[in-house]
């Protein structure tokens, strides 16, 4: 079984860095949110592994509550975001 927690480990870390460079390369602010919102899952995984290999079940609390900001988090920037590119006034002054 450590093998397999080991491999967990290893693919979420990668997984990682692929995401850090989506979320530092991104060429819109909406590419960048994707990428962080899926750090905050990736994050939610490594906990999880973590209370699985360690069976301590109380560091389950905060993935309710990483669960919980990312969400809020998300719906905040996607609703209050401006866009990259200003909108085109179709001709008008």
């Known amino acids: 079984m450590t093998v397999i927690w080991g491999t967990a480990g290893v693919l979420l870390g990668f997984a990682a860095v692929i995401t850090m460079y989506r979320l530092l390369a991104g060429p819109s602010t ?11 899952a990736m994050t939610m995984c490594g906990i999880g592994i973590w209370a699985a290999v360690s069976r301590d ?20 920037v996607a609703r209050f ?3 990259d590119t200003p909108l085109d006034s179709g001709g008008q002054s």
């Open 30 to 40: 909406l590419d960048r949110l994707v990428a962080l919102d899926t750090l905050a």
């Open 57 to 76: 079940t109380t560091v389950t609390y905060s993935l309710a509550a990483l669960a919980l900001v990312g969400f809020i988090g998300s719906v905040s």
């Open 81 to 83: 975001r401006v866009p």
